[in-house]
């Protein structure tokens, strides 16, 4: 596995450091497994654990709502790449799910330590040799190899991954149609007219538009425009 350095902290905004990994799936370049597609990449501290198996379980069972958007999903887990695959096993066992997505083999840490995925609270978190395991980070991607949302979980809570594809929805919406979205906002809902758009420009791009304050305004899309895939 090689890796580039990375001299600064990853921020939303900066780009996502390339790797060249092995996987459960073939050895991976990262930035052309993105390719021209949103990327999912979520952390597991390690392999044959609990909450590891129904979050893999879960997204399994998600992904082909995560492809109707342009998604791929990739893991990583600080074990060997032969020891995801005895593992997944188990996942789809357990959980009834097909594992197929790619498992990045991550045994030294090395990706783990490019992405900050590391638990620095938790000073008992650490394997035999006292390397800290991984935290439960999910990174989302875009097309242009940009971090869009960065989510740290305690290795002991499990994620949701219902919310993960709620963002995705939220940011492809968005950058389709310079809205932004309100709380707990699923497809279908109102939307939030972005306040870089005047309220007479906005009157022209949507008719019904609510103004509740001049900088709070909400407006629905039409089901064409709530998603950019």
């Not at 990853?10 to 799936?25: H, K």
């Not at 370049?29 to 990449?41: A, M």
């Not at 096993?89 to 590391?118: C, H, N, W």
Request: a negative charge.
């Amino acid at each position: 596995m090689s890796t580039e350095s990375r001299a600064t902290p990853l921020r939303l905004g900066s780009i996502a450091p390339n790797f060249q990994a092995e996987t459960t799936t073939g050895p991976i370049d990262f930035h052309e497994f993105i390719g021209d597609n949103w990327v999912v990449l979520f952390s597991h501290p390690e392999d044959y654990t609990p909450v590891c198996t129904t979050e893999l379980g879960a997204f399994a069972k998600l992904e082909p709502e995560f492809t109707k958007r342009g998604v791929k999903m990739i893991g990583l887990s600080a074990n060997t790449v032969e020891s995801h695959g005895g593992w997944i096993k188990d996942i789809d066992e357990v959980t009834g799910s097909k594992v197929a997505f790619p498992i990045i083999g991550d045994k030294q840490r090395q990706v783990a330590f490019l992405y900050d995925m590391l638990d620095h609270q938790d000073a008992t978190n650490v394997d035999s040799k006292g390397i800290a395991f991984t935290i439960r980070s999910v990174f989302i991607i875009d097309p242009k190899k940009t971090i869009r949302l960065i989510l740290s979980y305690p290795a002991s809570t499990g994620r949701n991954s219902a919310e993960v594809l709620r963002v995705i929805d939220s940011l492809q919406t968005g950058d389709k149609n310079k809205i932004t979205t309100p709380i707990n906002w699923i497809p279908g809902d109102d939307v939030i007219v972005h306040p870089a758009v005047k309220t007479e420009d906005a009157k022209q791009i949507w008719p019904e538009i609510r103004i509740v304050k001049p900088y709070l305004r909400f407006t629905p899309l039409p089901k064409d425009k709530t998603s950019a895939a």
